[in-house]
């Protein structure tokens, strides 16, 4: 898996949650990713969106 391919997912995540005069948070976007992965046919997917969780999980703690 390249690195631009995981940014790239948490990229189009973040465009699609953000709304003026809404303050996004981490976990919004990890349980979008979450959302995405789980509803993806694509293994390739699945998996690009498990470690986006896993580097965004890592800010939290």
Do not use: F
Request: aromatic content about 2%; charged content about 20%.
């Amino acid at each position: 898996m390249r690195g631009e391919d995981v940014y790239t997912v948490i990229g189009k995540v973040v465009s699609s949650l953000l709304r003026p005069d809404h303050t996004l948070t981490l976990h919004e976007i990890i349980n979008a990713l979450h959302l995405m992965g789980e509803g993806a046919s694509l293994q390739s997917i699945k998996d690009t969106c498990s470690e986006a969780i896993r580097i965004l999980a890592r800010q939290m703690h």
